[in-house]
Structures are given as C-alpha cells and as structure tokens.
C-alpha cells in the first residue's frame, strides 16, 4: 500500500500496479536490455584497458535497472535525456551495440562520429538529446521540451536522469519548481547511488531529495533501483501522470555505484562492507532469479547476448577513424535543424 506523506509516497501501489503491466516477454527484454548494459560496459573496460578507449570510461555497473526499466516505460513518442550511467536507455531507443562500442572508441560510426569518445552522446533519430556534461543541465533541456510539449498539446513526455550530486545544484532547484509551477508532462529521475564521485550522502543533503518534490508541488516517489519491474511500475505511473496534465514527477531510484566513478578511480573511499552488502542486491540476479521461477531458459539469454556482444566488438573494431578534416564539421547548426526522430517500441503495451 503507498503511504502518502507531505506529497511522498513510498513503497508504492501505483508501482506494483504498473508492473503488472509486464508480459513474459516484456520482463525478459528487461533482463537482456540489463545484460546488454554490463556486458558491453565490460567489454568497452577492456577496450579501454587495452588502449583503445581514449579518455576514461564510466559505467552503471550494479545500477542497470535504474535506466532499463525507466527506458521501457517511455514511448517512442516520448523524449529523453539520458545520463552517463544509464546505457540500457540507449540500447531500449534501439541505438546497436556496435554504435556504442564505435562510440567509445571514437570511431567515425559512433553516435557523435569520433567527436567525444566518451558518455556525452545521444541519438537525435531515435528521441534522444546528446548529453550535457555540466550537470544536472540535462534537467533544464528536458523541462524545456516538457514545455514544448505542453505549448504545442502534444501528448507526450520527457524524461531525465541525474545523479545525488546534482540535487546540490541551482539548475536541479530551477528545473524542478518550472515544471512544478506549469505542471509539466516531466518524470525526473533521481539516480541515489550514494556518492557523488567521493562525496557520500551525508555531505549531500541534510534531508532526502524526494522531500523536495512536495516543495515544488508535485509527488516524489521511493523506488527500489535494482528492480528493473519496480522501476517500470514507477515510471509508468509517472508517465500516466503526466500525460493525464498531473504535472511532473520526482522518482528516487535507490541504488549503489558499484565500480568507481570512472576507470581512473579506485574508491578507495567507499567502504568494502557497503560494496558487499549491495552485491547482495543485484539488479541482473535479481531478474533472473524470477525469471527461472517462471521456467525461463536464464542461461540461454544470456549466452545469446554473450553473443550479440561479440559480433557488436568485431564491428566496431573493424569500423574506420574519422576523417582528421571532418572535425570543423557539425560544430554549428547548418540549415533547418533536424527535429528529433522517435525510439523503437519495445514494452508490448506500445506494439499493439
Ligand atoms: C557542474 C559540474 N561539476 C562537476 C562535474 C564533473 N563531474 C562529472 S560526474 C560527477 C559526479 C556526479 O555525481 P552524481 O550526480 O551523484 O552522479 P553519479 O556520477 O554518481 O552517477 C562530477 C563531479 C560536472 N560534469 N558538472
């Protein structure tokens, strides 16, 4: 049952209610969008060992539910601004491994074709908007598409991620209290992975983020971030929200960084108790144990994407550099800008 307090709810019906909406087949895409996540995230780590990865590599190791089962709430129609641990919402767009791969590489068939080797990506064609490295800038796009949205009475929503660091930002404050004051078609989603590179929770915030939402006027929801089905449920009552002119909302996924806040990074500063205690919790076991109750064939999914993994390496690897003349092209708008394209369907309630 959701409790409801000062505009917060936790453990909420509505999640559970919206994870219902859930086929066989659609919990299985969420294991494989979550396997494709880590495998290539591990992957790209070896490119990057082996020199290969120029710059350093940041991953959502631990955290893949947080972006799969969001993603898959969202309808092609739907706009997002994806952030630097959220891989599995590129994947659930339909960007192909082996882009993302090329991608990290710098490679000319990556998404910004050799431009940024790194996180700072994003598929127009398929509704996403290249990411902003200042954070939580990505709000502030969202919130402004949100408004198009609304302006234009086109029925469909934004959606962004961000981190806990983000939540002491000026720009976090401006986004949220606009899409409050215009009730605007927005889920934020606040990624709670307990640090913001070294900085723990406590040096954060004195009260929990999802309180503010109430501030602002609009509901905070507290979601499970390693259960895929719980982040879908969440989003997808969001989704209806905004859609239904309800105004935005603020879900908290609860979650933990389980590698360093990028390859450079040992955390020696996390202790090794919470690390352990967080494996206990993993997103992709978690799936999977329900799954194989459910007599789903667990190994052969994941041998499958082993597989789709490899072909996507031997693609990207063999994929050229970027022309060194090319890179004075793109940098200003030239002509009509293209309008942002849509993502593929993926949950079965948007293929019918
Ligand atoms: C305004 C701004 N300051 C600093 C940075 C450098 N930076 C990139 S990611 C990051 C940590 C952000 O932590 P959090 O928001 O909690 O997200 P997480 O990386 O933990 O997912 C920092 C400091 C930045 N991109 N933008």
Redo the contacts with the bound molecule.
């Keep these: 049952m959701a409790t409801e307090m000062a505009g917060t709810v936790t453990a909420s019906g509505a999640t559970a209610a919206g994870a219902g909406q859930l086929t066989l087949e659609d919990r299985v895409w969420l294991l494989r969008a979550m396997l494709l996540m880590r495998g290539l995230e591990e992957r790209a780590m070896t490119l990057y060992r082996q020199g290969k990865v120029p710059g350093s590599f940041?991953d959502g190791y631990g955290q893949e539910a947080v972006s799969a089962g969001a993603a898959f709430a969202m309808s092609p129609e739907d706009r997002l601004c994806i952030?630097?641990?959220d891989l599995a919402a590129h994947l659930i767009r339909g960007v192909p491994p082996a882009r993302i791969l090329a991608q990290y590489m710098g490679r000319a068939t990556g998404i910004t074709r050799g431009r940024d080797g790194n996180v700072h990506f994003g598929e127009r064609s398929l509704g996403c908007v290249g990411m902003v490295?200042?954070?939580?800038d990505m709000m502030l796009v969202a919130t402004g598409m949100a408004m198009a949205f609304k302006l234009r009475g086109e029925p469909r929503c934004a959606l962004t991620w961000?981190?806990?660091?983000?939540t002491s930002?000026g720009d976090f404050h401006e986004a949220m209290n606009w899409a409050g004051v215009q009730r605007l078609p927005i889920v934020f989603v606040l990624?709670n992975?307990q640090?913001?590179?070294s900085?723990p929770l406590e040096k954060q915030f004195a009260v929990d983020p999802v309180q503010r939402a109430s501030a602002y006027g609009f509901v905070g929801v507290t979601v499970d971030g390693n259960d895929a089905e719980a982040m879908f449920g969440a989003t997808f009552a969001a989704r209806a929200r905004a859609l239904a002119g309800e105004g935005p909302t603020l879900i908290e996924a609860l979650t933990m960084?389980m590698h360093g806040?990028a390859a450079h990074d040992d955390m020696k500063y996390v202790p090794k108790e919470q690390v352990e205690e967080w494996r206990k919790r993993d997103p992709i076991e978690r799936q999977e144990t329900r799954l194989s109750e459910l007599g789903v064939d667990v190994a052969a999914v994941r041998a499958e994407v082993a597989a789709e993994i490899e072909t996507a390496a031997e693609e990207a690897l063999a994929a050229p550099m970027p022309e060194a003349g090319s890179a004075v092209e793109g940098v200003f708008c030239e002509g009509e800008a293209e309008p942002l394209g849509d993502g593929v369907p993926r949950w079965s309630g948007f293929l019918g």
Excluded: Q, V
């Excluded at 490295?133 to 939580?136: F, I, V, Y």
């Excluded at 961000?162 to 983000?166: A, P, Q, R």
């Design positions: 940041y952030l630097h641990r490295s200042m954070l939580p961000f981190g806990d660091g983000s930002r990624e992975n640090y913001a590179y900085t960084r806040h």
